[in-house]
């Protein structure tokens, strides 16, 4: 029997356990945009060092899933050159700083595809089996072909990392919630521009039973797939590194 991960408020996932043929990792934009000095969240004017500090255990993940050949999907937001996908309103908030989507900064034009700070960061390059999503907005279902692919797939349980946990990864978590997948949600391998937003994130998400999904951490994620456990994931609860 596949085991099950150790999670709140209920062991993950509810049916069966974790098996490459109904489960999948999804990593979440973890682009240069959101992961560099010189990306479209600095330029917002927000803390990029809780976004620096998931990294680690995102390649853990992300190694421990490639050995066991599940399905491995990348997310990156970002709009045409033209800005044709890009809403005014989303457009009108953006420029209330400095820099917004569209403008040119270190890494070329923000949140832009085709532009270096689009680029998923080199510790967690796809492979060539590795499928990326390109969206348009918050959530990977949005206006992309996603929910086609892991239906194809036969994925009904999605594990989900990256950035940030407020948003993007919340707005896809509740829409695969929505469209009958079972998430977890690996609060130590998330992280957002703030503590608050980050625990007010988990926190809804455990509400009511587990009403967008269950929250587990790293080192069960690693427990249940038989991988082994890095020296500075054995110390137990790591909360505090984050921020």
Request: net charge negative.
């Amino acid at each position: 029997m596949a085991a099950k991960v150790k999670a709140k408020p209920y062991s993950w996932p509810i049916e069966a356990g974790i098996d490459p043929k109904t489960t999948a990792l999804v990593i979440i934009d973890m682009q240069r945009d959101f992961c560099s000095p010189g990306g479209y969240l600095a330029q917002q004017g927000y803390n990029i060092s809780p976004v620096l500090d998931v990294i680690p255990r995102i390649q853990c993940l992300l190694e421990a899933f490639r050995r066991d050949d599940f399905p491995i999907y990348h997310t990156r937001e970002g709009h045409r050159p033209s800005l044709a996908t890009l809403s005014s309103r989303e457009y009108h908030r953006s420029k209330l700083s400095p820099l917004g989507i569209g403008d040119a900064g270190p890494l070329g034009r923000l949140l832009i595809r085709g532009e270096e700070g689009h680029s998923i960061i080199s510790e967690l390059t796809p492979s060539s089996e590795e499928e990326i999503i390109d969206k348009p907005g918050r959530s990977a279902f949005a206006h992309t072909e996603f929910d086609l692919m892991l239906r194809i797939k036969g994925i009904k349980n999605l594990i989900i990392v990256g950035v940030t946990t407020d948003v993007c990864v919340h707005s896809t978590m509740r829409e695969a919630n929505d469209r009958a997948y079972d998430c977890l949600l690996v609060e130590d391998a998330c992280a957002a521009s703030g503590k608050g937003l980050h625990e007010g994130a988990i926190g809804s998400v455990m509400a009511e039973g587990g009403i967008f999904g269950a929250v587990g951490k790293t080192v069960d994620v690693l427990k249940a797939l038989g991988a082994e456990i890095p020296e500075y994931l054995k110390g137990g609860d790591i909360e505090g590194r984050l921020f």
